[in-house]
């Protein structure tokens, strides 16, 4: 008899072929960036050979984008981390007026197309006569990081009882002596991971970038410049590499940190 | 205070005892730095673009004439800037389309019989390729889809080269390579934005009660009429909420269609080169506000159809 728990074979087929969808293309990458054919995307490649990474990394016009970068996603993140922190603890347990607008206004610069977002941005800066700057970037990363790290924050709040804290107020420490010693310690890994996710969604930002950044390149951008003309292919492919193993890694940090909580690393990008 | 257990000790007691007996000042003092930072920052911003999408931009000059006008909105529905919105809403509903069709046995998979080391194992794959590098994920399809590529070897080595060179002939979606046609464009799309349709979807479906199931086979159904009467009217909600994701992604993204495909404009490409080397503020603002739009008309509908509790 055929037992209730089994998936049919077509589903079994089906779902693993998708999750192998998901993921050959990604793979594919990393074939290439050894490959000699250095003019077109030929496959399977005619040889495989290491110099790409030495001659990517005699670059010099590849270092200055990675430079600002990771400049751009580690002050983002910074500053994603102390408001969204702030709304999390605000939102987790108070009711007030205009509470539903707000957590809509929190995932309204991630829910709408990035192309707004930069368009919006763009048309202020021209309104205002700001120049582009690092600042300008920053400015459009940190909005949309904020999000990520109030996502992870607040579901780490409601899932913190909150005798906790009246037991720490009982025994005589005062607000912040809580926060430091109560609340923080609680809220550590949780934080940790969003500050994970926004950087790798910072480092890999390229659509808002392009609207705000002028002249100047990070790496995505970079890239984006190689793709729409490429010059050397293979280099390309080790940057993307790079790129890769950036965000990769963080995203992998923030799942095992978050892991068997309620609360999903990933929820709401 | 005479009645205090503990004298006080210091600026950190004292605005201890504040919050407890205000506790309003408390969240004032937390909500305050976002609220500013997102209403100045991101509500100033949207109403930069709609203020600047009702200026318009001298023809001779080049220079944003700063009066109020609609003449920048009447240009949006010119014939060729009208045909840009067309095409866009196809692709984007092309895409949402294609992307529950295939997230569906995933989703499926995953929600019902997916226990253990593989629950885990689905929730990795879906979630990794959704936050790896976009970029990174695009430029794999062009390695990909070229012509030298990996799609034509296979097809070549299986002997199905024809069945690729029939679907590059088709009218209005083939072109010359996988790369530059229409096709192209539209797989990537579907790749890039699955996963948001595979989460909401699951999160349906992991919600169906089994015993459900279990009942309407009691009652005689079959299996095909379960998934038909009970599975897709309770998934719907997340499918709406997954649509949410890959049909806004899709319609502002400019990115893939500038990589992979042929040179039609979609909505976001349009908002690109016109503020940039157009340099027409004006009508690229009015671009970018038509998403807006229609993401609001939509979102109200899917608030209708319950998909906000699939979430």
């Excluded at chain 1, 659509?207 to 890239?223: D, E, K, N, R």
């Excluded at chain 2, 529905?77 to 069709?101: G, H, K």
């Excluded at chain 2, 503020?281 to 008309?297: E, N």
Aim: proline residues 5%.
């Amino acid at each position: 008899m055929r037992s209730e728990n089994r998936a049919p074979k077509s589903l079994t087929l089906a779902a693993i072929g998708g999750l192998l969808f998901l993921h050959l293309p990604i793979m594919l990458i990393f074939l290439y960036a050894f490959t000699t054919e250095e003019r077109t995307y030929q496959f399977p490649p005619p040889g495989l050979t290491l110099k790409w990474f030495a001659v990517a990394w005699n670059r010099a016009d590849i270092w200055p984008p990675l430079y600002l970068s990771l400049m751009v996603a580690a002050i983002s993140t910074m500053m994603a981390l102390i408001l969204g922190t702030l709304c999390a603890a605000a939102m987790a347990r108070a009711r007030f007026f205009g509470r539903n607008q707000l957590s809509l206004l929190i995932i309204l610069p991630i829910a709408l197309p990035g192309v707004i977002t930069g368009m919006s941005l763009r048309s202020a800066f021209s309104l205002m006569d700001i120049p582009f700057s690092t600042l300008t970037i920053i400015l459009g990363h940190a909005t949309f990081c904020i999000v990520i790290v109030f996502n992870n924050a607040v579901a780490r709040f409601r899932r913190l009882s909150g005798s906790i804290t009246e037991a720490s107020a009982d025994l005589g420490a005062n607000s912040f002596q809580t926060f430091r010693y109560i609340l923080l310690p609680n809220l550590g890994s949780a934080l940790l991971a969003g500050a994970m996710l926004a950087f790798a969604l910072s480092f890999d930002e390229v659509i808002v970038t392009t609207f705000t950044a002028g002249q100047q390149s990070t790496l995505p951008i970079w890239m984006l410049q190689e793709l729409v003309r490429p010059r050397q292919r293979p280099v390309t492919n080790v940057v993307a590499i790079v790129v890769f193993a950036t965000t990769f890694i963080p995203i992998l940090i923030a799942y095992y940190l978050t892991r068997g909580g309620s609360e999903t690393a990933g929820g709401g990008k | 205070m005479k009645s205090a257990l503990l004298p006080e000790r210091g600026a950190g007691d004292r605005m201890t005892a504040i919050f407890w007996r205000r506790p309003r000042v408390l969240l004032a003092l937390l909500i305050t730095p976002p609220l500013l930072w997102l209403g100045v920052v991101y509500i100033g911003s949207l109403a930069a673009l709609l203020l600047q999408s009702f200026y318009s931009i001298d023809e001779f000059s080049g220079l944003v004439v700063h009066e109020f006008t609609l003449k920048t909105y009447i240009e949006l529905l010119r014939p060729a800037n009208f045909d840009i919105i067309r095409r866009t809403l196809l692709m984007s509903a092309s895409v949402t389309l294609a992307s529950a069709v295939l997230a569906f046995p995933i989703a499926y998979y995953a929600a019902r019989y997916a226990t253990g080391r593989w629950k885990a194992v689905f929730y990795l794959g879906v979630m990794l390729p959704l936050w790896s590098s976009y970029l990174v994920k695009v430029y794999a399809w062009k390695l990909i889809l070229a012509k030298e590529g990996i799609i034509t070897w296979v097809a070549d080595g299986l002997g199905l080269g024809f069945l690729l060179d029939a679907a590059l002939a088709l009218p209005g979606v083939g072109g010359n390579s996988l790369s530059t046609s229409f096709l192209g464009t539209f797989i990537v799309f579907v790749y890039v934005w699955l996963p948001y349709m595979i989460l909401p979807m699951q999160a349906a479906l992991e919600r169906v009660p089994k015993s459900m199931l279990e009942a309407s086979a009691d009652l005689g159904a079959s299996s095909a009429q379960t998934f038909r009467t009970v599975i897709l009217p309770l998934a719907m909600p997340g499918v709406v909420a997954g649509s949410i994701f890959t049909f806004s992604l899709t319609m502002g993204d400019y990115i893939i269609p500038q990589i992979i495909g042929t040179s039609a404009r979609f909505i976001g490409l349009a908002v690109y080169q016109l503020q940039g080397t157009a340099g027409n503020l004006p009508l690229a603002a009015a671009f970018a506000v038509v998403p807006i739009i229609i993401m609001l008309i939509y979102l109200s509908l899917a608030k209708r159809a319950g998909a906000f509790d699939a979430l």
